[in-house]
């Protein structure tokens, strides 16, 4: 039987995009004809979609499109950063940001029946997916999305690959693009401090009477004086109106230049931001917390095995 080397698993996988260890079995039951190797792959990867499919995909990409006014915003996500940097992946995320702008579908499944050709998959966006969740070995997901098509005029910044945001907006583009990189740096949760959901409101509220609470437990267990109910009040209200303060845009410093407001630098760049939408990569999503030395170790063990 052929030796199977590292550089000859390295090779396959560089041709075939496919796992590690799955380069290894098919160069042993080729016995290390590389071409009968990459034929196996191609056939056994057909089958891994529906494994793959139940894994997490807390890794990814934003990507936007804008064509005028209008525009769109999306989240791709697969299992390991490594994906990201995949041709195969980043040109399909690449047709999809753009077939929802151009097309409008209502929710993911709309937008994979979409029609859609690429490495020699399709007809149609959900397809190629698949056949890409086979061909790649990991699985993913179009996560999320929102498209624009207000009217106003729209800025996009993505910062690398793995924060993105969108901003309609009318006036000054060059203003419109500081706000998106702002944004992009400061993760505000609304435009202004009206607009801060109403349960995240409550939360902080929550927050900040727990906290005095402690400090009056500590206070009256260390003998001193503990402040009045009225003064308390006004204590937990200051908290909450400086939380508001920092998670709305229009009332955070500005990131150029923090001696104003961004309020303040869009009043005087004569620009109105009407919305903004921001994605962070896998935000929200529990993360597996693998052992990759460990992971690292038991391929090793098991290619010495195969051996």
Request: hydrophobic residues 45%; neutral net charge.
């Amino acid at each position: 039987m052929a030796a199977i080397t590292a550089s000859m698993v390295a090779e396959l996988r560089g041709k075939t995009d496919a796992p590690m260890m799955e380069c290894k079995k098919a160069l042993t039951e080729a016995e290390g004809n590389m071409e009968k190797a990459e034929e196996l792959l191609r056939v056994k990867l057909g089958n891994k979609a529906g494994k793959a499919a139940a894994r997490i995909t807390a890794e990814g990409v934003v990507a936007s499109f804008i064509e005028g006014t209008t525009g769109a915003l999306l989240e791709v996500n697969c299992e390991t950063d490594f994906v990201t940097k995949n041709d195969s992946f980043l040109a399909l995320t690449r047709a999809a940001v753009e077939l929802i702008a151009r097309n409008n579908p209502a929710d993911a499944a709309a937008l994979g029946a979409l029609a859609y050709s690429q490495d020699g998959f399709g007809p149609t966006l959900e397809d190629v997916r698949r056949g890409l969740i086979g061909k790649i070995g990991e699985n993913m997901t179009f996560r999320r999305f929102k498209r624009f098509a207000s009217g106003a005029k729209l800025a996009t910044y993505v910062h690398g690959t793995r924060i993105g945001v969108m901003v309609e907006y009318e006036g000054d583009e060059t203003a419109a693009r500081d706000v998106a990189m702002h944004v992009a740096a400061m993760k505000p949760v609304a435009l202004s401090s009206a607009d801060v959901p109403a349960e995240l409101v409550a939360k902080e509220r929550s927050v900040a009477a727990a906290k005095a609470a402690e400090d009056a437990a500590t206070a009256t267990a260390a003998g001193k004086p503990v402040q009045s109910p009225e003064i308390v009040a006004k204590r937990v209200e200051g908290g909450v109106q400086k939380f508001l303060k920092e998670v709305s845009l229009y009332n955070q410093a500005f990131v150029k230049n923090d001696k104003q407001t961004v309020e303040q630098m869009l009043k005087e760049r004569g620009t109105t931001v009407k919305s903004f939408t921001l994605y962070v990569v896998g935000e929200g999503i529990e993360k597996k917390a693998d052992d990759f030395a460990a992971e690292v170790a038991a391929q090793v063990a098991a290619a010495k095995q195969g051996a």
